[in-house]
């Protein structure tokens, strides 16, 4: 045991962070891991996804390890539960509760089950059976801590548990099963679960991602406070140096499976010593929304400009115009309720403008999108794309229409065809139209690429073999390649990590400047659009609640779901 | 769900599953009368009665006896009004009622059938929790191999092994035969090795696929043991998708019946479809193919019933057919 | 190697945590640990062999299926009534039967008939699967009602007897069991492709193409029908084996093509009368169905692998 003490101040000093700060919060340590490393084996080839790592964690305090997907993060926490798949092999040591743990048999982690457990916000719903009620799963988690409680008791403890963590009428949630609850709910089932193993330590797994910005932060308060009071250790894992910045008291930054940097988190934020948590820093879309558009007294960005401040666009012509548009979807078979996506809504996109609309899932911003696309068409009002009815359109006119507009999606791996190389994505639209013979389709693709900053060696790759940035990329060009007018571009950065987000929105800026493309952008972050944008709107449940210049809804926001929008973006 | 939706959901499933079953008829009505074929001389020869081929009087005699004389679609109601009453028809071969042809054997495929779809239900269980309940690759590898080695061996060929095995080698069970229960245990074994390797399959899957969801991780971070989690979460969820399969098993034990009965001449209904398509008797085709379908459509309705009350996510009133 | 140290480091670290509770049972358990590994990692090095061998023996049958004059040098069908009823030995390698005909020569000719019928009857299936399903999925509506209603009547009878009963109606012989077992797997296709066909229309890159301005005749070929491809062909190697075993089935039943012709489940079906004295006659073909159904399995499972 004394030689992996020292291991862990060494390899303290050697990440050159020292313990000058004197890490004085917290008691005797809970986790210490020392030189770590994890490797994947498979048929093909071995993973090393986390690479020679130490640190150390003590009882009572909030440690965020922050890195991008693919840095090993997710390895670390299943190394701590002991959820390992088992072609992964583990080098080196780390210890719980001051008990080694390094190849711990099954029967071993049986004893620190429960003591140490995961927290897995994300699709809260696969983290509970779907056939049986949330309160008779946590009531056999309660009944396995403390097998002496009867059933009567257990049943009490879990409507305790369930009003502690801000259930609802507890008693009829007992009864009901995971898909009758709401996600919020599901999630705060799974606190209670969690904290029915009266667990010491509790490892949050990307507790904000894939959730609306609201949702996200009462779960978070939530969890915080009950940490709190309990005196548990949190660790939280997250993408979101943001969320890591509000939320956790030391930062541990990984890159590749390396733990680059460690320290306080203010100290860390504020001095960062290595190269990449300033690159973090820089790309991270709520620090720059501080930077450009409030100008925040944090002043110290790299090379940003302002957005906000940039040339008037000369023309101010209508590119898209929703007038007075409903959209009403009605469940299969027609007898279900109706469920309004849209409301009379109006909205207009300046030409060789920015327009952004902003809203959560389910606000009907992916609806006006669709229907400005002529993929669905509206319950009432019209649509009109560069000054013509879409709707009016059918078959041959309408695809000769779609010259003029055309969509970036989402999911940029599921944008193009995993049967089809870069060259056959980009050449799709150009065929399609009838640009010109093969040579200058040739040319035409070369150029795009070119355009869109990717090698050419690129061309005979197909889509599974790029990364999420270079397939975004790719589905740029493909939309660009016809020179159309207006760009739609769905949530375009929401999949990606970071660093990538911020590059992809800097290519969509320059790509703007330089061809005069009228952009539609959609999110459910305001802060991705904060750079981008001249005009936003704000959607929620298929109306309009603001509808201003980027300075304006940032700046003297009116309405009150706005602002609770721009309280959510986290780092403010 | 309230009880006036049920009853509304229960007769309207009914409905559907007649109306298979109607559909099913046709589809083998029309299948068997799709070529114009010498209907009179199938029936002399299948009563073995081929002299009277050429005869004049003979075959006046059946067209009038099975209602030859009617235009097609005529014949077609005439048929289906009867079966509609129960009355499948007259055998060819046989000359008597193919409802009752039927009934006499029917007994002895439903003892054999359902003795061999139990033990295959019970085998599949057994070896699909231990198959995800070793962790030891080794085991596990060993047993999900079985079922795809058992599926791959044909059942007319398992069930001459078994006969050359256990009634030729050590000469402990007859190989043919049709009383005491010894007669029954080999074409029980030989129709539930099929059946069993197709539902432990199934049943593997589902509880692999299970094994892997992230509630399964979570219970064993809060301490459940292995044996503790595949009885509480992964047998209920990890059998729903074989359950949906069930029609499958029904037209694996079909399939065995009428194997198993050719193999070891048992008189059931399954040697009687055999010897039918040999003496091209069509009504007895018929009739028997509509029983099995009607197995099928009921073993589904059943399945449809019972589902919501173990998968909570499926009610009755929200699912549109 | 590296696992039997890390074995090593394990029991150290758990004697070292508490010496007199553990030591013993752990040693074992991990030395009972290591040398299932060891298996475990055999097995595993195997499955690359298996698959080489299943491949072999699957090229070997489609020779013998293609060409079984090359295979077999002996008539399949002289019969020799000094040698009857002889086990396998160097002359007869599968033995002859009670007519005296070689088995090896008829098991090579059956596997002629029984491989090519199925492969008649797979193409049926699949190519008719595809058709009405990716009409049913891409056209929808009442054409998609229409043709699922009446595949979910056909699959409301079981195969065997489907099949069957077309056998009765068309006639019997080796093409027409062929053309039964086809028509009866098609619901099957037909089901699974339409199943693919709707998740790759939802897919984001048809949504792309057809913002790109691309045909919808064009979107079917040039991005449904191609990815439809992959997952179904798996399908059908892994249903090969079952139409093998179903062509088989209906021989052995005797509706397949009249003596003196050699089919699989024919062969088998001959030698049932002289299983007492003569049981090569029908065990060896069925041992060689058994085989083949296998490697087929075998294949189709490793592709199955390779498409995820």
Not at chain 1, 232 to 237: A, D, E, F, K, S
Not at chain 1, 388 to 400: M, P, Q, T
Not at chain 1, 477 to 495: G, N
Not at chain 2, 116 to 133: E, N
């Amino acid at each position: 045991m004394s030689g992996i003490d020292n291991d862990i101040i060494g390899g303290n000093n050697a990440i050159g962070n020292g313990n000058n700060s004197g890490a004085t919060i917290g008691g005797e340590p809970v986790i210490e891991v020392s030189h770590l490393s994890v490797t994947y084996h498979s048929a093909r080839r071995d993973v090393t996804a986390v690479d020679d790592v130490t640190f150390t964690v003590r009882r009572g305090d909030t440690v965020g390890i922050v890195g991008e997907s693919g840095s090993g993060k997710s390895t670390l926490v299943d190394t701590f539960l002991g959820i390992l798949p088992q072609n992964a092999d583990i080098t080196g040591s780390f210890s719980l509760f001051g008990e080694d743990f390094t190849h711990a048999a099954e029967h071993e982690w049986r004893r620190v089950r429960g003591r140490i457990l995961g927290f897995v916000p994300q699709d809260p719903r696969t983290n509970l059976d779907p056939t049986m009620t949330v309160g008779r799963q946590t009531e056999q988690i309660v009944r396995l801590r403390h097998p002496e409680r009867s059933r009567q008791e257990a049943r009490e403890r879990v409507v305790e548990l369930f009003t502690e963590v801000g259930i609802d009428r507890p008693e009829l949630r007992y009864r009901q099963y995971p898909h009758e609850l709401s996600g919020g709910l599901q999630q705060r089932v799974l606190i209670a679960q969690a904290l029915a193993s009266e667990p010491e330590i509790i490892v949050a797994d990307e507790p904000t991602s894939a959730l609306d910005v609201t949702v996200q932060k009462r779960i978070l308060d939530v969890l915080e406070s009950l940490v709190r009071k309990r005196g548990i250790t949190l660790v939280m894992i997250t993408h979101d140096l943001a969320v890591a910045s509000d939320r956790t008291r030391r930062l541990l930054v990984i890159h590749n499976g390396r733990l680059v940097e460690q320290g306080d988190t203010r100290q860390v934020l504020d001095h960062p010593k290595e190269s990449y948590t300033r690159h973090l820093l820089a790309c991270a879309p709520a620090f720059q929304v501080r930077d450009n558009v409030l100008d925040d007294e944090r002043g110290e960005h790299d090379g940003h400009e302002n957005r906000a401040e940039s040339v008037e666009p000369s023309d101010d012509g209508i590119a898209v115009n929703w007038n007075d548009v409903s959209k009403v979807y009605h469940e299969r078979g027609g007898r279900g309720e109706a469920f309004n996506a849209l409301d009379h809504v109006s909205l207009t996109a300046r030409t060789g403008r920015t327009l952004a609309i902003v809203g959560e899932s389910g606000s009907g911003k992916s609806t006006l999108l669709r229907l400005a696309l002529a993929l669905s068409a509206p319950t009432s009002g019209t649509v009109l794309v560069d000054g013509r009815n879409i709707h009016e359109l059918h078959g041959r006119a309408l695809r000769a229409e779609r010259r003029n507009f055309q969509l970036v999606q989402q999911n940029p791996f599921d944008s193009l065809d995993p049967n089809y190389t870069v060259r056959k994505v980009i050449d799709e639209p150009l065929r399609s139209f009838g640009y010109g013979n093969r040579r200058r389709r040739s040319q035409r693709i070369a150029e795009l690429l070119d355009r869109v900053s990717l090698p050419a060696r690129l061309l005979d790759a197909k889509g599974s073999e790029l990364s999420g940035g270079q397939c975004q990329r790719v589905a740029i060009a493909r939309a660009l390649a016809i020179s159309p007018k207006i760009l739609f571009l769905d949530e375009p950065v929401s999949a990606l990590d970071v660093s990538v987000q911020s590059q992809i929105l800097d290519l969509l800026k320059d790509l703007q400047e330089s061809l005069g493309v009228t952009y539609v952008f959609v999110s459910h972050d305001l802060a991705v659009v904060a750079g981008l944008a001249d005009d936003i709107a704000v959607l929620e449940h298929g109306s309009i609640v603001e509808h201003g210049s980027v300075e304006d809804v940032f700046g003297h926001p009116r309405n009150a779901y706005t602002k609770k929008l721009l309280d959510a973006i986290p780092g403010r | 769900m309230n009880p006036k939706g049920y009853a509304v959901y229960l007769a309207k499933r009914i409905g559907q599953a007649v109306l298979v079953l109607w559909a099913a008829y046709t589809v083998t009505y029309v299948i068997l009368n799709l070529l114009p074929k010498n209907v009179e001389q199938s029936i002399l020869v299948a009563r073995g009665m081929q002299e009277a081929v050429g005869d004049p009087n003979a075959i006046a005699q059946v067209r009038a006896e099975f209602g030859l004389n009617e235009s097609p679609v005529r014949h077609y109601f005439s048929v289906l009004f009867a079966a509609l009453h129960g009355d499948l028809g007259t055998s060819y071969q046989y000359g008597s009622n193919v409802a009752s042809l039927i009934a006499t054997r029917l007994g002895m495929t439903i003892s054999v059938s359902l003795l061999a779809v139990l033990l295959a239900v019970v085998v599949a269980f057994a070896l699909a929790f231990a198959a995800s309940y070793f962790r030891q690759k080794t085991i596990r590898a060993i047993l999900q191999s079985l079922p795809t080695l058992s599926v791959s061996v044909p059942t007319f060929w398992i069930g001459l092994l078994l006969m050359q095995v256990f009634s030729f080698w050590l000469g402990l069970l007859p190989s043919i035969g049709q009383t005491g229960w010894k007669t029954m245990v080999l074409p029980v074994v030989t129709m539930a090795i099929p059946v069993s390797a197709m539902l432990s399959k199934l049943l593997m899957d589902g509880f692999d696929t299970v094994m892997r969801e992230p509630f399964i991780v979570a219970a064993k971070a809060h301490g459940f043991s292995r044996r503790s989690i595949i009885v509480s979460h992964v047998i209920k969820n990890g059998s729903l998708p074989a359950l949906t399969m069930l029609g499958l098993i029904v037209g694996g034990t079909v399939n065995g019946a009428i194997v198993a009965e050719t193999v070891f001449s048992r008189q059931g209904v399954g040697l009687l479809i055999q010897q039918a398509v040999q003496n091209q008797d069509f009504p007895v085709v018929q009739g028997v193919v509509l029983l099995a379908a009607a197995a099928f459509v009921v073993v589904n309705l059943v399945v449809d019933l019972i589902y919501p009350l173990l998968d909570p996510r499926i009610s009755h009133t929200a699912k549109e057919v | 190697m590296s696992s039997a140290l890390q074995i090593e480091s394990t029991v150290d670290a758990a004697v070292k945590a508490s010496p007199e509770t553990r030591s013993l049972p752990v040693r074992v358990r991990a030395s009972i640990g290591t040398a299932l590994r060891g298996i475990g990692d055999g097995l595993r090095a195997h499955s690359g062999v298996s698959t080489t061998l299943a491949g072999l023996f699957t090229v070997v049958i489609l020779i013998a299926s293609f060409l079984p004059s090359l295979v077999a040098r002996k008539d399949p069908y002289a019969t020799d009534p000094a040698h009857m009823f002889q086990a396998p030995s160097a002359a007869h390698w599968f033995g002859t039967d009670q007519l005296g005909r070689d088995l090896f020569a008829r098991t090579v000719y059956g596997a002629h008939a029984t491989v090519t019928a199925s492969l008649l009857s797979l193409a049926i299936a699949v190519v008719g699967g595809l058709i009405i399903g990716i009409a049913s999925a891409y056209v929808g509506g009442i054409v998609d009602t229409v043709l699922m209603r009446a595949v979910d009547v056909l699959l409301s009878i079981p195969g065997l007897l489907l099949s069957i009963t077309i056998v009765t109606a068309i006639g019997f012989g080796t093409t027409p069991v062929a053309v039964a077992i086809g028509v009866a797997s098609l619901p099957g296709f037909a089901r699974t492709t339409r199943a693919q066909t709707l998740k790759i229309r939802n897919r984001a890159y048809v949504e792309a193409a057809v913002v790109s301005g691309v045909s919808p005749l064009r979107i079917v070929f040039s991005h449904i029908l191609r990815n439809v491809l992959g997952p179904v062909s798996v399908l059908a190697m892994l249903d090969f084996g079952a139409v093998i075993m179903s062509v088989a089935t209906l021989s052995f039943l005797g509706f397949g093509a009249k003596p003196p012709a050699a089919e699989w489940g024919s062969l088998i079906n001959d030698g049932r009368n002289y299983l007492i004295t003569s049981l090569w006659i029908s065990l060896i073909p069925g041992f060689v169905v058994v085989l083949t159904v296998l490697s087929a399995t075998v294949l189709a499972n490793n592709l199955k692998r390779g498409e995820r």
